[in-house]
């Protein structure tokens, strides 16, 4: 599909934005989106485009909250749609976790088209068709959401979600796990477990993780769900972005 050759030192980078630009083209991806997934670049930038440690050890937490779950559901948006079609199913099949389609600007021909998407790789169940709840706080089109997906969910993977919706999420007392490459988002502030990565390395990193720890007892997982501080985490983010901008700024720019 690419017209990008494979020598260009920006290769990923491009690719990715070109899923983006053919995800619009289905009907699946908002124009909104391509801004967001410009902001999210520039920190990836930052970050050094690699899953740091703070990302790791946050993507266990959220494994080991998805495994005790009784309902828990991976959200689909526009952006994730293009971007990680394959693997969010693999994703939401390894976390035994229902998949939602559940967008910011909402209509019915993207949801056709990412459900479109969706059942390619093989999801079966999804959600989010025809939602008939709402979430307390969030106007109309922007607050739909399934009765027997996020409405009744214990455990929400909200990947590039709105700070506003994350928010309105953790108020109806859900445990809101995110994946946002900007450490200051208010997504990222607000949500229980925030992994700063992108989410092109984070779905096969979380699914990888979730198949190794699936042979965890519960006790366990629930140690590793108590250990956890999301504050911390995200300082942790901040002072590699700190240290390693310093250090570049010392040594010099490498080619
Ligand atoms: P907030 O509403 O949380 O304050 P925002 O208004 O800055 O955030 P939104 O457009 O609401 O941004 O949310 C999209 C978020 O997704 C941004 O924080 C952006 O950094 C992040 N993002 C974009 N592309 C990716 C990606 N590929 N992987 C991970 N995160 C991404
Ligand atoms: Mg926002």
Do not use: C, Q
């Not at 690719?15 to 995800?23: A, D, I, N, P, S």
């Not at 693997?87 to 209509?107: D, G, M, Q, S």
């Not at 790789?121 to 999804?126: P, R, T």
């Amino acid at each position: 599909m690419t017209r990008i050759p494979k020598s260009h030192p920006r290769y990923w980078s491009l690719l990715y934005r070109e899923k983006l630009v053919e995800g619009l083209e289905k009907g699946m991806t908002a124009v909104e989106g391509l801004i967001a997934h410009g902001r999210g670049e520039a920190f990836d930038y930052l970050i050094g485009e690699r899953t740091i440690e703070p990302a790791e050890r946050a993507m266990r937490a959220a494994v080991a909250a998805f495994l005790l779950a009784k309902h828990p559901v991976v959200s689909v948006n526009g952006n994730v749609a293009a971007l990680v079609p394959e693997e969010t199913v693999r994703l939401a099949k390894a976390l035994n976790a229902k998949l939602e389609i559940n967008l910011f600007y909402r209509t019915e021909e993207r949801v056709k088209a990412i459900e479109r998407e969706l059942r390619k790789y093989g999801a079966e169940e999804i959600l989010g068709i025809n939602p008939t709840r709402r979430i307390p706080g969030l106007e109309h089109e922007r607050g739909r959401v399934d009765e027997n997906g996020i409405w009744k969910a214990d455990v929400v993977l909200v990947p590039l979600e709105d700070g506003d919706r994350t928010e309105a999420l953790v108020r109806m007392g859900k445990l809101v796990v995110t994946v946002d490459l900007n450490p200051l988002s208010r997504s990222a502030r607000r949500a229980n477990i925030t992994v700063v990565d992108n989410v092109v390395r984070a779905y096969p990193r979380m699914t990888e993780l979730a198949e190794e720890m699936r042979k965890l007892g519960r006790d366990e997982l629930e140690g590793i769900l108590r250990d956890y501080d999301n504050r911390l985490t995200l300082s942790d983010v901040l002072i590699h972005i700190r240290d390693r901008l310093g250090k570049l700024a010392e040594e010099g720019l490498p080619d």
